[in-house]
């Protein structure tokens, strides 16, 4: 019952404690990890972790597809808590329901819907990250058509409900598949963004960054040294591309999916020895991804095992990795510092009531984490008192604190040589930043 109650407690006041309005911030602003992988589901975040946060990198990036029928906020609250532990930074891919060998189309009408689910997650960084579907430039994608227009108003509405809801929301447009050709069941993607453009005239203001599927083509087998449309720099094809057709901005550039098609050591029918791989990606991530431009990589696919899709696995059938996974594992990385909400409140105080003059004494603070940070994680939270009356000594107990959660820490202190009413007022900082709320008290001093 005593559990029961401080739970409710916690949930009561991250109720009614007033949203604060932020907005999206520039991941090329600080270190920033450009190491990612695409995942099918959340059980794969650990081997996504230790792939993307080795080789001295940390808050390296994860796709993830999230299908309309798997909605469940318990579900991805939890798979959002795991990626906070692991430092995995989340891409959702936001998708329709699967039918017959495509997708059903997007509506409009379920937009709500989406936007309600996506706003109830606490995010693991302040940037929010959602793909607006998937290569719309192939019919098997938006319900057995093509219709440019009606993606692009899909989009619109998608991004200003989104918006509407936290500025916070980094909305990505589909990734398109600009190896494709005219023809009954697929669209070149030129074609299509500049039918989508014209049916929006504001198109570009409705994105806040670019998603690319930068694959080695023809046939997921071509070299790594190739530039160009249809290659892994495809995406600087695609940018300059952009600015004909009216794009006056710089667009971050996403990189969701990539990769080679094995042949899984000759059990495969992929283009690309599977030893050769490896050094593909080494060249790869060295070389042309290592661009400013670019926030993140996430090949596809870590886990796959069935055709089409078993060609870019990086797991084998058996649950170890082919040896390009540890080859990009022993890669230098960078730690990144993407930007998070720290915010935290002392929703109590635990102290004496009455004190020796110059002697030292204990406080208990109950401290609820209300922000996205793992309070005591990284930064240990320290004490600022505003009163010349009394100094921290030693931090006694302060354990890490998910959000959602609450939790003791407990100070030792020292008042000064004066005695009567003394008045303290403490707040928390995270490094130098101030994250609680003011807590007032008063202790009297005595002077024997």
């Known amino acids: 019952m005593g559990k029961f109650i401080c739970s409710l407690f916690v949930c009561l006041l991250f109720i009614l404690i007033p949203k604060q309005a932020y907005a999206i911030t520039d991941p090329l602003s600080s270190p920033n990890n450009i190491f990612g992988i695409h995942i099918l589901n959340e059980g794969e975040l650990k081997d996504a972790a230790n792939l993307v946060n080795s080789g001295g990198g940390d808050w390296g990036y994860v796709t993830l597809v999230i299908q309309k029928g798997e909605r469940d906020q318990s579900r991805w609250q939890r798979a959002f808590n795991e990626a906070r532990r692991l430092h995995l930074i989340p891409i959702v891919r936001i998708a329709?329901?699967?039918?017959?060998?495509?997708?059903?189309?997007?509506?409009?009408?379920?937009?709500?819907?989406?936007?309600?689910?996506?706003?109830?997650?606490?995010?693991?960084?302040?940037n929010r990250y959602v793909v607006v579907a998937n290569e719309p430039n192939?019919?098997?994608?938006?319900?057995?058509?093509?219709?440019?227009?009606?993606?692009a108003k899909y989009l619109r509405l998608f991004s200003e409900k989104l918006k509407a809801n936290s500025p916070d929301f980094f909305v990505l447009p589909a990734g398109f598949d600009f190896s494709a050709k005219n023809?009954?069941?697929?669209?070149?993607?030129?074609?299509?963004?500049?039918?989508?453009?014209s049916s929006e005239k504001d198109f570009f203001n409705y994105i806040d960054g670019w998603t690319s599927h930068s694959y080695p083509n023809p046939g997921f087998a071509g070299s790594e040294s190739a530039s160009g449309r249809g290659t892994i720099r495809s995406y600087e094809w695609e940018l300059e591309y952009l600015k004909t057709l009216g794009l006056g901005k710089e667009l971050p550039v996403f990189i969701t999916e990539t990769g080679w098609a094995h042949d899984?050591?000759?059990?495969?029918?992929?283009?690309?020895?599977?030893?050769?791989?490896?050094?593909?990606?080494?060249?790869?991530?060295?070389?042309?991804?290592?661009?400013?431009?670019?926030?993140a990589v996430t090949p596809f696919v870590l886990n796959y095992q069935t055709p089409p899709f078993d060609v870019f696995s990086w797991k084998k059938p058996?649950?170890?990795?082919?040896?390009?996974?540890?080859?990009?594992?022993?890669?230098?990385?960078?730690?990144?510092?993407?930007?998070?909400?720290?915010?935290?409140?002392?929703?109590?105080?635990?102290?004496?009531?009455?004190?020796r003059a110059g002697s030292e004494f204990y406080v208990a603070l109950f401290v609820s984490n209300f922000g996205q940070t793992i309070l005591n994680e990284e930064t240990i939270l320290t004490l600022n008192e505003v009163s010349e009356d009394?100094?921290?000594?030693?931090?006694?107990?302060?354990?890490?604190?998910?959000?959602?959660?609450?939790?003791?820490?407990?100070?030792?202190?020292?008042?000064?040589?004066?005695?009567?009413?003394?008045?303290?007022?403490?707040?928390?900082?995270?490094?130098?930043?101030?994250?609680?709320?003011?807590?007032?008290?008063?202790?009297?001093s005595l002077g024997i």
Do not use: C
Not at 139 to 150: M, Q, R
Not at 322 to 349: C, H, M, N, W
């Open 96 to 126: 329709s329901s699967q039918q017959n060998s495509g997708w059903e189309k997007p509506s409009v009408d379920e937009i709500d819907g989406w936007v309600s689910f996506l706003n109830s997650l606490n995010w693991v960084s302040k």
């Open 138 to 151: 192939h019919a098997k994608e938006w319900g057995g058509e093509i219709n440019p227009g009606e993606y």
């Open 183 to 197: 023809t009954k069941d697929t669209m070149e993607a030129t074609t299509f963004l500049k039918e989508a453009v």
């Open 264 to 295: 899984g050591d000759g059990g495969l029918d992929g283009g690309v020895e599977t030893n050769k791989v490896g050094s593909k990606l080494t060249y790869a991530f060295t070389n042309p991804w290592k661009n400013p431009k670019v926030v």
């Open 318 to 355: 058996e649950g170890t990795f082919y040896d390009f996974y540890q080859e990009v594992q022993k890669l230098p990385k960078t730690r990144g510092q993407p930007e998070r909400i720290a915010s935290a409140s002392i929703t109590a105080t635990f102290r004496p009531l009455i004190i």
């Open 390 to 444: 009394f100094e921290t000594i030693q931090l006694i107990y302060a354990p890490q604190i998910e959000p959602f959660h609450s939790a003791l820490m407990i100070f030792k202190l020292k008042a000064r040589e004066t005695s009567g009413l003394m008045n303290l007022t403490f707040l928390l900082n995270e490094g130098d930043k101030s994250i609680s709320n003011l807590r007032s008290f008063t202790i009297f």
